[in-house]
Nanobody, 121 residues
Framework: QVHLVESGGGLVQPGGSLRLSCAAS????????MGWYRQAPGKQRDLVAA???????NYADSMKGRFTIDRDDAENTVYLQMNSLKPEDTAVYYC???????????????WGQGTQVTVSS
């Protein structure tokens, strides 16, 4: 059983920073790409940033220059450093990972439970 556990959300003032963490736990063979999505009330879930197993990154346009994604493969963890936060960044942030549970299984998509980020004065 594979679980993604997020932490680091909370309330922050505009212009502030937060660092989200997501750790994969349980038994699995290999983790491929990892990333973060977010969903604001009444809106669809959108990509924030992603990072491949090789370290290549991809960001949504509105996050470029403000957010940084990185990963620690020794800890099976992906991070999202969020700077210069704006009220429109308020959303539930979800961790995502593509994981192969066993050597003989296919890759599957896994999601965390979500962590609330609220940017408000």
């Amino acid at each position: 059983q594979v679980h993604l556990v997020e932490s680091g959300g909370g309330l922050v003032q505009p212009g502030g920073s937060l660092r989200l963490s997501c750790a994969a736990s349980g038994s699995f063979f290999r983790i491929y790409a990892m990333g973060w999505y977010r969903q604001a009330p009444g809106k669809q879930r959108d990509l924030v940033a992603a990072i491949t197993s090789g370290g290549s990154t991809n960001y949504a346009d509105s996050m470029k220059g403000r957010f940084t994604i990185d990963r620690d493969d020794a800890e099976n963890t992906v991070y999202l450093q969020m700077n210069s936060l704006k009220p429109e960044d308020t959303a539930v942030y979800y961790c995502h990972a593509i994981i192969r549970p066993t050597a003989w299984s296919t890759r599957d998509d896994y999601w965390g439970q979500g962590t609330q980020v609220t940017v408000s004065s």
